[in-house]
């Protein structure tokens, strides 16, 4: 699955810098998303990490809701 958005972000299942952690908590479901900011040449590859509700239903759609208005998932220390 490929998924791109308006604002150079792409989330690829292929690429080994994406990542999709789903994770259940008081009954929902919630998806941790880590993607790719392309830039504006589309050669970058910066990774951008979201969160939000998830829809196993329609992943999907869920992913790219996620890079879209998702909260931003920091880095946390070891």
Excluded at 48 to 63: Q, T, V
Aim: aromatic fraction near 8%; glycine fraction near 8%.
């Amino acid at each position: 699955m490929r998924i791109e958005t308006n604002t150079n972000l792409v989330y690829d299942a292929q690429h080994e810098k994406c990542l999709c952690i789903t994770s259940q908590a008081d009954g929902r479901a919630f998806a941790f998303v880590q993607c790719l900011d392309v830039g504006h040449d589309g050669k970058g590859e910066r990774a951008k990490r979201y969160w939000g509700l998830y829809d196993p239903e329609n992943p999907a759609a869920s992913i790219e809701r996620i890079m879209r208005n998702g909260g931003k998932w920091p880095q946390l220390p070891n």
